[in-house]
């Protein structure tokens, strides 16, 4: 299953609200994750289920969508969100990454 | 706290082999399915394969990118994981990372604690 994610990168302020897309090549219910990743540092979990959030994620961070088409949303963006969001797909092997997507100020 | 490091990386040659682990501390290792995921330098995230536990079998997955040379396998009584990489290719450079796996169902089976990454080179 292959994930593409849009844009590829994106210039945003602090306190825009963000909104990053997941499309997948065939429909995967609602078994989706997504991860932020900071330069040389491991990815961390935000969001799984498409909407679920992670403990100790700040509720700025939302997910949504079902079927092929998935949004990541961050209401306010800080200053500690510039990083680089990857969706994963949950519902068939071998699981698949998207492409990512790096919001810089 | 739960942890997981990993060891073993470093260069080799194409052709070669290494064995890759993972350490876990802070949780039940036994009761946890757990993945390897890489990272080529400066490119994104590529799932490498999971071990699931000892109810389910220890069955395994792999990407098709990796399948018939890489091997996990895991030690519960050791609380660790382990990668075998054989037939390494230059394409295979890359930061390692061993990561939890949070749940068993569909809904919930994601990646929740990831290691800092062990580097892998393939070179000549």
């Known amino acids: 299953i292959q994930l593409t994610q849009s844009p590829s990168s994106l210039s945003a302020s602090v306190g825009d609200r963000v909104t990053v897309t997941c499309r997948a090549s065939?429909?995967?219910?609602?078994?989706l994750a997504w991860f932020q990743q900071k330069p040389g540092k491991a990815p961390k979990l935000l969001i799984y289920d498409a909407s679920t959030l992670q403990s100790g994620v700040p509720s700025r961070f939302s997910g949504s969508g079902s079927g092929t088409d998935f949004t990541l949303t961050i209401s306010s963006l800080q200053p500690e969100d510039f990083a680089t969001y990857y969706c994963?797909?949950?519902?068939?092997?071998?699981?698949?990454f998207g492409g990512g997507t790096k919001v810089e100020i | 706290e739960v942890q997981l490091v990993e060891s073993g990386g470093g260069l080799v040659q194409p052709g070669g082999s290494l064995r890759l682990s993972c350490a876990a501390s802070g949780f039940t290792f036994s009761d946890h399915y757990m993945d390897w995921v890489r990272q080529a330098p400066g490119k994104g995230l590529e799932w490498v394969g999971r071990i699931r536990k000892t109810t389910h079998s220890y069955t395994t997955e792999y990407a098709a990118s990796v399948k018939g040379r890489f091997t996990i396998s895991r030690d519960d009584s050791r609380n660790s994981l382990y990668l075998q990489m054989n037939g390494l290719q230059t394409e295979d450079t890359a930061v390692y990372y061993c990561?939890?796996?949070?749940?068993?169902?569909?809904?919930?089976?994601?990646?929740?604690?990831w290691g800092q990454g062990n580097l892998v080179t393939v070179s000549s």
């Open positions: 065939q429909g995967i219910n609602s078994y």
């Open positions: 994963q797909q949950l519902n068939d092997y071998p699981l698949t």
């Open positions: 990561a939890r796996v949070l749940g068993t169902t569909w809904h919930d089976h994601c990646l929740d604690y």
